[in-house]
């Protein structure tokens, strides 16, 4: 019964929906303090390869080397951020995005360790390895009316999506905090936050680096759930995909780049029965979303509509609010 539910196909579509908010998020980190940073595909490289690598030619446990992926990226963030403090705008987007080329271009040409432009393969999949530890204590699919590739799409997708509600409620919890109101003061107006006593390097050298530590993580998870990588998977465009996820969503909250990222990971798969033209509606939306929606689809005031109707409806459920007539 179960297995006739669960399609493999449909199981990789939620997996690379799940590692697409993790990198939506991570735009969103740095846009919630005022920066525009399309570095995150270079960040994704690096947290991806070193991950790789160090799984395939140290024998690593694949979670040791998907934290330390995402620890090298951060100590990169750490690099590239401060000295892109004095840059903001177009101008620190400019300069990221040439860190992110440059990160490619070292990939395709440090072949001895990379493979070049081919990439890497043979990477330990996380689904397959969990699967191997299941059989060992034994543990058969068939118990739960799968068979072995459903039960390992299906591990996947299950860790994906705890590290994501993990992920999600922390930096809730971060914008409720100290450092979340500090970002949004630098983001509303740089100066005037110092001048209420913020330290504008620190925070926005914090928010510059959690972007790229979390960029990195997704990398990652991205090299361990496709089982190849190469260079290409980080050229320019995805930088872009990454911007847009939070901009065609909502940059002003963490749910709009949740949603900007998974609608935009359905749309080219909902659309391949036209695939001659998806892409010229996918860009299409984007030109109508800029003209119409420009701070993306869900923004402060629709969440508290959202809220508000939600209310009412509870309240009349519970018979509050309603008129009484005598």
Not at 135 to 146: A, E, Q, S, V
């Amino acid at each position: 019964m179960l297995g006739d539910m669960i399609n493999p196909y449909h199981l990789q579509i939620v997996s690379f929906i799940l590692i697409n908010i993790i990198l939506g998020i991570s735009i969103y980190i740095t846009l919630s303090s005022g920066q525009l940073s399309l570095g995150n595909a270079g960040f994704m490289g690096i947290g991806a390869y070193t991950s790789a690598l160090l799984t395939i030619n140290f024998d690593l446990p694949i979670f040791l080397g998907i934290i330390l992926g995402a620890v090298v990226a951060g100590v990169f963030g750490i690099l590239i951020g401060i000295p892109a403090l004095r840059l903001s705008g177009v101008y620190l987007a400019i300069a990221t995005l040439g860190f992110g080329e440059v990160i490619r271009v070292i990939f395709v040409n440090w072949e001895s360790i990379t493979q070049g432009s081919i990439g890497l393969s043979g990477i330990p999949h996380l689904g397959r390895e969990l699967f191997k530890t299941f059989k060992l204590t034994g543990f058969d699919p068939d118990m739960l009316g799968l068979k072995n590739n459903q039960f390992i799409y299906l591990l996947v997708v299950l860790i994906l999506l705890l590290v994501n509600i993990l992920l999600v409620w922390f930096f809730i919890r971060q914008n409720k905090s100290r450092v979340g109101r500090a970002f949004a003061a630098i983001k509303m107006d740089e100066k005037a936050a110092e001048s209420m006593g913020i330290n504008i390097t620190y925070y926005k050298v914090l928010s510059f680096t959690q972007g790229a530590i979390l960029a990195g993580f997704a990398g990652a998870l991205y090299a361990h759930v496709m089982a190849y990588i190469s260079p290409a998977d980080f050229a320019y465009h995805r930088a872009i995909d990454i911007l847009i996820f939070s901009i065609f969503g909502g940059s002003e909250l963490i749910w709009g780049a949740i949603f900007g990222a998974t609608f935009m990971t359905i749309l080219p798969e909902a659309l391949r029965f036209i695939s001659d033209y998806r892409y010229m509606i996918y860009g299409v939306i984007l030109i109508a979303m800029m003209a119409f929606r420009p701070q993306g689809i869900i923004d402060v005031s629709l969440l508290k509509w959202f809220k508000k109707n939600l209310k009412l409806k509870r309240g009349v459920s519970h018979g509050i609010g309603t008129k009484k007539y005598n």
